[in-house]
């Protein structure tokens, strides 16, 4: 089973920044990847970013790219998610999730974190 506790999040105006860690523990398998999801009010969950643990990879839904960067130590097994330029439409509760590469990007994962607000006001 693995662990995953999100960090970061909060209350932002419109072209601010924020940033979003993750920790995984537990049993971590591989080969694996790491990313995160968002959930807005009345809206599906969406996949936003992935990382792959074993050679960096990474794959943004395209509404956030230039703008979100995610990041990994493979020392500490943290990701890290950098946004930049928030917008309204950004504002979701966002969840970390390490699962197969290809589960990832497709928005789905049996492990995921409890999930942190990201509030972007206008």
């Known amino acids: 089973q693995v662990q995953l506790v999100e960090s970061g999040g909060g209350l932002v105006q419109v072209g601010g920044s924020l940033r979003l860690s993750c920790a995984a523990s537990?049993?971590?398998?591989?080969?694996?990847?790491m990313g995160w999801f968002r959930q807005a009010p009345g809206k599906e969950r969406e996949f936003v970013a992935a990382?792959?643990?074993?050679?960096?990879?990474?794959n943004y839904v395209d509404s956030v790219k230039g703008r979100f960067t995610i990041s990994r130590d493979n020392a500490k097994y943290t990701v890290s998610l950098q946004m930049h330029n928030l917008k309204p439409e950004d504002t979701a509760v966002y969840y970390c999730?390490?699962?197969?590469?290809?589960?990832?990007?497709?928005?789905?994962?049996?492990?995921r974190g409890q999930g942190t607000q990201v509030t972007v006001s206008s």
């Open positions: 999730a390490a699962d197969l590469w290809k589960r990832i990007v497709a928005g789905v994962s049996d492990y």
């Open positions: 990382i792959s643990w074993s050679d960096g990879s990474t």
């Open positions: 537990g049993h971590i398998f591989t080969p694996f990847a």
